[in-house]
């Protein structure tokens, strides 16, 4: 079975918040799962550039109320998953957004967003109520 990958935003982030939570968990992802990167892109003159994810990424949008329930599905299913907790849109100090996230369960975080990795199918089926996030 081959594991996809979706990034689930809170649909009341503006833009600029929102390509940011996007791209701070695209490159978790992309450590945690190195082989969704293909191989280099090469131009006409032989340039190589570094590939890009194979499969694609749906950005889709979530209520705060979603996004609390699929936190608790995916925790059900034990799905991987990467939080963006809103305290970290607050400081550009990853000490202090460690400190602050570790005096509160992750269940009770406010999200800017999640990703999660599952299989294809059980993706889909989490995320079936789910529209583009626009």
């Known amino acids: 079975m081959e594991n996809r990958c979706v990034i689930i935003l809170n649909h009341t982030l503006p833009s600029g918040k929102a390509a940011n939570a996007a791209a701070v968990m695209a490159l978790t992802l992309g450590q945690r799962y190195p082989h969704f990167v293909g191989k280099p892109l090469c131009d006409a003159q032989g340039r190589a550039f570094p590939g890009l994810i194979t499969s694609?990424?749906?950005v889709l949008a979530a209520s705060d109320e979603q996004l609390a329930a699929l936190?608790?599905?995916?925790?059900e299913q034990q799905l991987d998953r990467i939080l963006f907790p809103a305290a970290g849109q607050q400081t550009t100090d990853y000490a202090a957004l460690t400190a602050v996230v570790s005096e509160t369960e992750a269940t009770r975080w406010p999200l800017c967003g999640m990703a999660v990795v599952a299989?294809?199918?059980a993706?889909?089926?989490?995320?079936?109520a789910l529209t583009l996030f626009a």
């Open 56 to 58: 694609g990424v749906p």
């Open 71 to 75: 936190y608790a599905r995916c925790e």
């Open 119 to 121: 299989e294809k199918k």
């Open 123 to 128: 993706l889909r089926k989490l995320t079936a």
